[in-house]
């Protein structure tokens, strides 16, 4: 049994240190975590809605050829504004009567957003997204 002597008191200045020196390497992985994978969703969903608008800037095409082209030249414009270069990414557009889709392959393996990727369980190195449009009807 401890007794403590009245005026004898143990000293308890240096546990918060330690405590901290225990707890702050897994704060520090887990804020880490949530950057990187923070920064991963925020660009999934940027090629997302670049699929999205790309598809929609499409419909004013006549023919296939044109939608393909009104596509790519919108992904071209739009994909840096919003962080989604087209040299890192691959643009797939097919056209028939009845719809537009538009496939964007982007490789985040370079994007500044992942190079703490080593420090946690890293996201996926590409971001495949797709979108379909009709072209009237219903």
């Known amino acids: 049994m401890l007794r403590i002597v009245p005026g004898k008191r143990r000293s308890r200045r240096g546990s918060v240190a330690v405590e901290f020196a225990?707890?702050?390497?897994?704060?520090?992985?887990?804020?880490?975590?949530?950057?990187?994978?923070?920064?991963?969703?925020?660009?999934?969903?940027?090629?997302?809605?670049?699929?999205?608008?790309?598809?929609?800037?499409?419909?004013?095409?006549?023919?296939?050829?044109?939608?393909?082209?009104?596509?790519?030249d919108f992904v071209a414009a739009r994909g840096p504004q919003i962080g989604v270069p087209v040299s890192a990414s691959s643009v797939a557009v097919t056209s028939d009567n009845q719809v537009v889709q538009v496939s964007i392959n982007y490789d985040v393996s370079n994007h500044p957003i992942m190079a703490l990727r080593a420090l946690t369980v890293a996201p996926p190195q590409n971001i495949n997204r797709e979108a379909v449009v009709r072209l009237g009807g219903y």
């Open 22 to 72: 225990l707890v702050s390497p897994i704060l520090i992985l887990m804020l880490i975590g949530m950057i990187v994978y923070g920064g991963w969703f925020w660009l999934a969903h940027s090629v997302q809605s670049l699929a999205y608008e790309s598809a929609r800037a499409s419909l004013g095409g006549l023919d296939a050829a044109e939608r393909r082209q009104l596509a790519l």
